[in-house]
């Protein structure tokens, strides 16, 4: 792997950088201010749209697709969206700027990759205009859904629509005023062979019979104003036309989409990891305790030597993954993917803790995005598969090479 980047990425990375410096760290703490208050919840900064415009005349507008859509998308690989995907993950909220944020870039991946011309004429453009937003509806409450082949929700086919039962949660996007459409995970044949019964339909959001009941926080954050939302889908019609690729076809669609979105979180990770490192570095230069300077005790140089060697380490690990993806493809490379998705949000919170540790009090409240970054580190081992989905398939893959082999 050339761990050199081409001159066109590292101007992109500088540009970035650039726009972070000039655009988004100084008003950092007013948006995150904005989404955590009760009364603007579900209402969007008003600010976004500005933002949005200053980086789509950047250049800095759906890096995350691999290969180019039209005009929209500089069709960057895998490999060289890393460190640009690195950046947005220093803001939780900065990914929307640049049209870079989940759920949305799945589901235009999805579209772009499995999509009619009508549907992608339809939903995809305006998803990479950034006109709206979208929801993805997997996970169900009354079974395990790490086990994707559990859904439970029908499509059944009426004549010349699908009729959709079943009930959603952590809908990710489905609180958000600008959500227009959702794609359904369900059922068409629930006789067919295991990885064959599922579906996945487009679903706009005010087709009746679709239902928000609820938003769901993870530990008191809402994500505002995206958001998580429980639905509940009763007698939805649509169009036949709406169904992605074919009836059964929902398994294959979900695997080549979680691959690339795994790794995207992982990415960003990283950067919650890298600037949690900074502000603990920063803490430790300024505070002082017992007569000394809290960087001139030993345990506390002994942590930031720690967070440093984890945070490489798992960063030379996503980049390993996101290089295979890019010449072999997302199924070859699937026991990297599941090393870093078990590997990045660990790490992650072990670097966070320290950081809060050594903020002290600081640590855990609003003036530092210290908080929320553990929370969102805590909530992605479990987001596109837990943990143990990944350690079980990584170890049943490394047992069957290895047990071939005679000592």
């Given amino acids: 792997m050339n761990f050199n980047y081409t001159e066109k990425i590292t101007s992109l990375q500088d540009k970035l950088n650039a726009f972070f410096e000039e655009h988004i760290l100084p008003i950092e703490q007013e948006v995150s201010t904005f989404n955590y208050s009760a009364e603007n919840r579900w209402k969007r900064w008003p600010g976004m749209d500005d933002l949005k415009a200053k980086a789509k005349a950047a250049g800095l507008w759906n890096l995350f697709l691999p290969k180019s859509y039209g005009d929209l998308s500089p069709g960057l690989t895998n490999l060289e969206y890393a460190p640009l995907a690195e950046i947005m993950g220093r803001v939780l909220w900065s990914s929307e700027v640049f049209n870079c944020n989940a759920p949305d870039t799945g589901n235009m991946e999805v579209l772009a990759k499995y999509g009619s011309p009508d549907q992608q004429k339809q939903w995809l453009e305006p998803l990479m205009n950034g006109d709206i937003r979208s929801a993805f509806l997997m996970t169900e409450p009354q079974v395990a859904s790490s086990d994707a082949t559990n859904i439970e929700t029908s499509i059944t086919l009426d004549g010349d629509e699908y009729v959709i039962n079943g009930r959603k949660w952590w809908s990710s996007g489905g609180m958000d005023p600008h959500c227009k459409i959702a794609i359904v995970m369900g059922k068409t044949n629930p006789d067919a062979p295991r990885h064959q019964q599922q579906s996945m339909i487009l679903v706009p959001m005010d087709t009746p019979g679709l239902n928000v009941i609820r938003p769901l926080s993870v530990f008191g954050f809402y994500d505002s104003p995206e958001g998580h ?24 669609i979900a695997q080549g989409r979680l691959g690339p979105g795994r790794i995207h979180h992982c990415m960003r990770l990283i950067g919650m990891a890298q600037r949690s490192l900074e502000l603990m570095s920063q803490r430790a230069s ?9 960087k001139d005790f030993s345990s506390i140089r002994q942590e930031i030597a720690q967070s440093q060697c984890e945070i490489e380490q798992a960063r030379l690990l996503t980049l390993s993954a996101a290089d295979k993806m890019d010449k072999e493809g997302n199924k070859t490379s699937k026991d990297l993917i599941a090393m870093i998705k078990i590997v990045a949000p660990n790490m992650a919170l072990n670097v966070i803790d320290r950081a809060m540790q050594i903020h002290g009090g600081k640590g855990v409240g ?8 553990f929370v969102a580190a805590r909530m992605l081992r479990l987001a596109d598969g837990p943990d143990e989905v990944h350690m079980y398939q990584l170890g049943k893959s490394v047992i069957n090479k290895h047990a071939k082999i005679k000592i």
Wanted: no cysteine.
């Fill in 366 to 373: 609003p003036d530092t995005p210290l908080a929320h970054f």
């Fill in 229 to 252: 939302a429980e639905i509940v889908l009763e007698n939805v019609r649509v169009p036949k036309e709406n169904l992605i690729l074919g009836e059964g076809r929902g398994f294959e």
């Fill in 286 to 294: 300024e505070r002082i305790a017992f007569g000394k300077t809290f």
